[in-house]
């Protein structure tokens, strides 16, 4: 009889805190001469287990997706795991009866082995578009990190909602946006995401490559956008294993 693999997270996200949607998103680094092996790895042995915990009722669902733009001569290479819990449960850890006390020992070895860095991000999901539940998600991410300041959060809230039921308009297949949770104060560089899927990679650069002529009430629409939030960052991601 095989005994049980726990799967330890550096940090746990409660899925329900007053009945919203939360995520949790991990960053894991690791050298780029190592992405081969750690992706083998996530879909034959980790992608398995978090399913394990879907059809148990304990998780909602799992992404792993890889970020596409690192920087020129970059070493490493940076994947966003994206965890949904099951609303009202609270997982310190995953347990699994798929492989031996030796297996499990050894993949974990070797998960740990492959780290470069790690990091956390909780996310109070606000609204999405196009996505349904239980589907996985398209093929292609992009995340926009936001800085919004800490006392026009709500107006910021109502303009993306107002927006967002647009995203097809934009050639988008699906459209998000989330608060980051676990780090507050009016200093934090980044306190929202917004996530703009779509189903090819050719559609982002497409999008990247056109440079818009803006009306004059197109520009004073984004220019009044612009001035409550402040785009810090944006990731490329590629989506590489899903469970629902």
Same mark, same amino acid.
């Given at each position: 009889m095989?005994?049980?693999?726990?799967?330890?997270?550096?940090?746990?996200?409660?899925? *329900?805190?007053?009945? $919203?949607?939360?995520a949790?998103?991990?960053?894991?680094?690791v050298k780029n001469t190592d992405?081969?092996?750690?992706?083998? $790895?996530?879909? *034959?042995?980790?992608?398995? $287990?978090?399913?394990?915990?879907i059809d148990k009722g304990n998780k909602l669902g799992w992404d792993m997706w890889m970020i596409e733009n690192n920087s020129y001569g970059e070493p490493n290479t940076t994947f966003v795991y994206v965890h949904f819990n099951k609303p009202g449960t609270t997982l310190t850890y995953n347990e699994s009866n798929l492989f031996s006390a030796y297996e499990s020992t050894l993949h974990q070895s070797g998960y740990h082995n492959r780290i470069v860095k790690t990091g956390q991000l909780t996310l109070g999901i606000k609204a999405t578009y196009g996505t349904k539940a239980g589907a996985k998600p398209p093929k292609y991410l992009v995340v926009?990190?936001?800085?919004?300041?800490?006392?026009?959060?709500?107006?910021?809230?109502?303009?993306e909602l107002e927006?967002?039921?647009?995203y097809a308009e934009n050639g988008r297949a699906a459209w998000g946006f989330g608060?980051?949770?676990?780090? &507050?104060? $009016?200093?934090?560089?980044?306190?929202?995401?917004?996530?703009?899927f779509y189903n090819s990679m050719e559609?982002?650069?497409?999008?990247?490559?056109?440079?818009?002529? &803006?009306?004059k009430a197109q520009l004073t629409q984004w220019k009044s956008m612009?001035?409550?939030?402040?785009?810090?960052?944006?990731?490329?991601?590629?989506?590489?294993? *899903?469970?629902?």
């Open positions: 095989k005994k049980k693999i726990t799967l330890i997270l550096a940090w746990v996200f409660a899925a *329900s805190i007053g009945h $919203a949607q939360m949790y998103m991990e960053y894991v680094t992405v081969a092996t750690h992706i083998a $790895a996530e879909k *034959s042995i980790f992608s398995k $287990a978090h399913k394990e915990q926009n990190y936001m800085t919004v300041d800490l006392y026009q959060g709500t107006t910021y809230e109502a303009m927006y967002g039921p647009k608060k980051v949770l676990n780090r &507050f104060g $009016a200093d934090q560089d980044v306190n929202y995401l917004t996530f703009d559609e982002i650069l497409e999008m990247r490559n056109n440079t818009a002529s &803006f009306t612009d001035k409550l939030r402040t785009l810090k960052n944006s990731h490329i991601m590629t989506l590489i294993a *899903s469970e629902r």
